[in-house]
């Protein structure tokens, strides 16, 4: 406490010495956690059930497809990481131009999923009145693409915001570490969907 | 935040709001006192709705085969008489009690996020008149949801009441689902609950970083009022059970209006797995509605004891642990709905264990009361209430743990009667004793303390009258949810004693309101410190300036205030120091003159329009099949996008140009502060 006293006004504030927007960023991501988890459980319970009329997820998946779009979204956390240390450097051409790229991959697994979802509707006929399975298949990736939109709407935010100033500035800097720190963490469930609900699909016995 | 260092771009939409009295600062404002206010009138508001219809539902069943309501507009008003007091007023007035208290018990000027504060609260008024748009919008007579199934309501019940959602305030699926309730009003309720809980999301982590960040000097955790704890531990809970609740809620929606089929149990969906989500929130929830009124019984105790808390650390403790174990006993609501009997087991043992630390906090109540010097204020009253009252519903509530008693009283009112206790005769009377005590930090007042011996009495009597002969009319087998009992189940006579006492409780509420109505210009001034408090809300005047803290405190005990006033002589009675009316002068003059200047978070209007674009959008996922429900839904996005945009690019305070230069020269621990937020 009497370091803390030493120190000016500013400080005074943040008891634990994390910028109040970071720590709230972290509480709110965890709280994700949860939302994400009651997704991922309520397709577990449904994708594996005999009885429902067909086709299940687990039966139409595209695996390759789905791949590349995956390592998409898994190369714009690096981009991320290069834009935030770019901005370390304070080189802001660069962070501008990682700021893009992170965006532009983050688009390119959205138009995968639109993609994606027009192919399982029209072509495999499982739409979200299909059965409880393909419902619960759509939530839950839809909330994760909805999730991926905001982030690249910030994404894109951010990069305009360095583009009028000509510099980020101190305090886009942490709104910049802010958008990392969402889009990792967005990125962080893609790998667990992908791995749970895609690679280790499983349809009931007898199916697909 | 240097203001000169970085100028933000001056994009706005709207200029920035100047008023700091009258309507429009009430609008605009992001002052944790007076979002505070807000809340707890609009809940009080709420309280009255939820208790009128009680009172139709006392009405109703008083005698049996009453015809006062029809069977729809009881079941709509069993329904909203639990959303309502749930969600519209115990939740949203504890919400009141943290906003307006917490800030001052660290020694904070303000939230972590003031105007983020200010959305939560607009998000849950709005939220809330959502709700209740439900008897405008709602046709009673809408054919039924799914295609080929008849609208289930009997042309009789068309009315504007039973036109309300009528799903029970948990929503129980297959029936609130679209094939047994057609029409809209079940979506009013997922959409509004969705609402309601979107803002005590973004509450629970503005709190949370207030309380991580924002202590004053020396406030250690282990410093920290039980009340602001009990605050903490109510924003975890709020923060990992609301997402679970929200997934829910999504799901009734788009089965409701998408056609995805996860509770239709035809098309194999799981009207069960609703139960666990529910309650798997439900449960955490019952923790959230007692925690805040716990966290103000062990502030009032003390005070009131002249003694410290007994045993401060294990209250704390206690608190952390009903939490932690409050997300492990939720299929206890479902022990008849046909799980397994390990489930059933493991849930009875884990639902008796969480009754451990629960008895923990009684015993420490307690103790701080034994010996100690007591004054039966109608604070002190309601707090004693409050223990005596938990104490029942706690004991009736350990009996639902054992299994095949549980199976006994499943759906009777031996249940409603539990939770009553708990809720009301715990939560309510909580918040009453909170009411009383902290009424001065509002008005500069004091609440009459002979109409406040009044209320209490009535409310003692009249709850007690209600509820209590609800325990044998359940044992004895009468259901819940049910309009109609017949005349030869006996039921007749404890019905009427309870109908009596709930508008004995009606009396005793008015009394409330008149004594607050009254007191608000009448009522004693109260000075500084009317209760020898303990606490450090209590150092500064009242009614609380603006800035909170003309100095901002450094603490060194846990209550701090009080040992400022107060040391021990050899056998550990508390001796005023002689030097105390001279602390509580200089607290005064500082007080009211700050020495520094202090800078505040501006008001904003972002925050209100940021919320007014939700509901628009709820309207329109309503009626989305419709051209109207479509632009709803854009015009909504649009009103939230453009709300968004703004508030981006408005500095949390306004530039202070004649401070600026003299920044660096301030000592630390003076009164000159700022934000170092932007949200």
Same mark, same amino acid.
């Given at each position: 406490m009497e370091a803390a006293a030493a120190m *000016?006004?500013? *400080?005074?504030? $943040?008891s634990t010495g994390i910028d109040h927007r970071k720590l709230g960023m972290w509480v709110f991501l965890s709280s994700e956690f949860l939302f994400f988890g009651a997704l991922i459980t309520n397709y577990l319970l449904y994708q594996g059930q005999p009885g429902f009329a067909r086709p299940y997820p687990a039966e139409i998946y595209d695996i390759p497809f789905t791949s590349f779009s995956s390592f998409a979204l898994l190369m714009s956390s690096l981009t991320m990481v290069l834009a935030h240390n770019a901005l370390a450097r304070r080189d802001q051409h660069a962070t501008r131009t990682w700021l893009l790229a992170t965006a532009m991959l983050g688009s390119v697994f959205l138009g995968g999923q639109v993609f994606e979802f027009t192919e399982f509707i029209s072509v495999s006929g499982m739409k979200l009145t299909t059965n409880p399975a393909a419902s619960a298949f759509y939530l839950l990736t839809g909330f994760h693409g909805f999730h991926v939109l905001l982030g690249v709407l910030m994404l894109l935010t951010l990069y305009g915001i360095s583009r009028r100033q000509g510099e980020l500035s101190e305090a886009s800097g942490l709104n910049l570490e802010l958008v990392g720190l969402y889009w990792h963490f967005v990125d962080i469930i893609w790998i667990v969907i992908f791995t749970v609900v895609y690679l280790l699909a499983s349809a009931p016995v007898g199916v697909g | 935040m240097t203001t000169t260092a970085e100028r933000r771009p001056t994009t706005t939409i709207f200029r920035r709001p100047r008023s700091t009295t009258g309507f429009w600062s009430w609008i605009t404002t992001a002052d944790h006192k007076k979002i505070g206010i807000m809340y707890g009138y609009a809940a009080f508001i709420f309280f009255l709705v939820g208790g009128i219809e009680a009172l139709l539902l006392r009405i109703q069943l008083s005698a049996a085969d009453s015809t006062f309501l029809t069977a729809a507009e009881y079941n709509a008003a069993f329904t909203m008489h639990g959303t309502t007091m749930v969600f519209l007023f115990v939740m949203p007035i504890s919400a009141a009690f943290i906003n307006y208290l917490l800030p001052l018990m660290i020694g904070a000027r303000d939230v972590a996020f003031p105007r983020m504060n200010a959305l939560s609260w607009w998000i849950f008024l709005f939220g809330g008149i959502f709700l209740y748009s439900v008897l405008i919008f709602s046709d009673p007579a809408a054919p039924a949801g799914v295609e080929g199934v008849p609208g289930n309501l009997d042309p009789a019940d068309n009315t504007i009441l039973g =036109? +309300?959602? *009528? =799903? =029970?305030?948990? =929503? !129980?699926q297959p029936n609130a689902g679209p094939f047994y309730s057609p029409g809209t009003a079940m979506d009013f309720w997922a959409l509004g609950v969705q609402f309601l809980g979107l803002a005590s999301l973004i509450s629970s982590v503005n709190f949370i970083v207030t309380i991580f960040n924002m202590r004053a000097l020396g406030m250690r955790l282990l410093r920290m009022p039980v009340f602001v704890w009990m605050s903490l531990v109510v924003a975890l809970l709020l923060l990992f059970s609301l997402p679970i609740i929200a997934i829910a809620l999504f799901m009734v929606t788009f089965d409701r209006q998408f056609g995805s089929l996860f509770f239709v149990a035809e098309a194999g969906g799981d009207p069960i797995l609703w139960q666990h989500l529910f309650w798997l929130f439900g449960h955490p929830e019952v923790y959230i509605l007692i925690l805040p009124a716990m966290g103000i019984v062990s502030e009032v105790l003390p005070v009131f004891s002249r003694k410290p808390l007994f045993g401060y650390a294990a209250v704390v403790i206690a608190g952390a642990a009903i939490a932690f174990m409050g997300f492990g006993v939720w299929a206890h609501h479902m022990f008849s709905s046909g799980i397994s009997p390990v489930a059933q087991a493991a849930f009875a043992l884990s639902t008796m264990t969480i009754a451990v630390p629960t008895g923990v906090k009684i015993f420490n109540w307690m103790g701080t009361m034994w010996g100690g010097r007591l004054r039966f204020t109608t604070s002190m009253l309601f707090a004693i209430g409050f223990v005596a009252m938990f104490v029942i519903g706690g004991l009736s509530g350990v009996t639902h743990a054992v299994v095949p008693s549980d199976w006994q009283q499943t759906d009777t009112y031996y249940i409603v009667a539990h939770f009553h206790y708990v809720l009301f005769g715990g939560a309510v009377f909580g918040i009453f004793s909170g009411l009383y005590y902290w009424f001065p930090k509002i008005t500069g007042r004091l609440l009459s303390e002979r109409l406040g011996k009044i209320n209490f009495w009535t409310l003692f009597a009249g709850f007690n009258l209600t509820f209590a002969p609800m325990h044998w009319l359940g044992l004895q087998g +009468?259901? /819940? /949810?049910?309009a109609y009992y017949p005349p030869e189940a006996g039921f007749d006579f404890w019905n009427l004693v309870a109908t009596v006492g709930a508008f004995i409780i009606a009396a005793g509420v008015l009394v409330f309101m008149y004594n607050w109505w009254r007191s608000k210009k009448h009522g004693e001034p109260s000075g500084i410190d009317p209760w020898d408090a303990r606490t450090v809300e209590w150092t500064i005047p009242n009614p609380t300036p $603006? !800035?909170?803290?003309?100095v901002s405190p450094t603490i060194t005990s846990l209550d701090d205030f009080w040992h400022k006033k107060y040391s021990s002589d050899s056998e550990g009675r508390p001796v005023r120091r002689p030097e105390a009316e001279e602390t509580l002068e200089d607290l005064m003059e500082t007080g009211i003159n700050p020495p520094h200047p202090i800078h505040l978070p501006a008001p904003s209007y972002y925050p209100i329009l940021f919320a007014a674009g939700i509901p628009l959008v709820g309207w329109g996922i309503i009626f989305h099949t419709s051209l109207v429900g479509k632009l709803l839904i854009l015009v909504g996005v649009l009103v939230v996008a453009s709300a968004a945009f703004g508030w981006s690019m408005e500095p949390l305070e306004e530039p202070h140009e004649e401070h600026d230069e003299d920044h660096s020269d301030q000592p630390s621990g003076s009164g000159y502060s700022s934000y170092g937020s932007d949200a």
């Open positions: *000016d006004h500013h *400080d005074q504030h $943040e | =036109g +309300m959602p *009528d =799903g =029970g305030w948990f =929503g !129980y +009468m259901v /819940r /949810r049910t $603006e !800035y909170n803290f003309g």
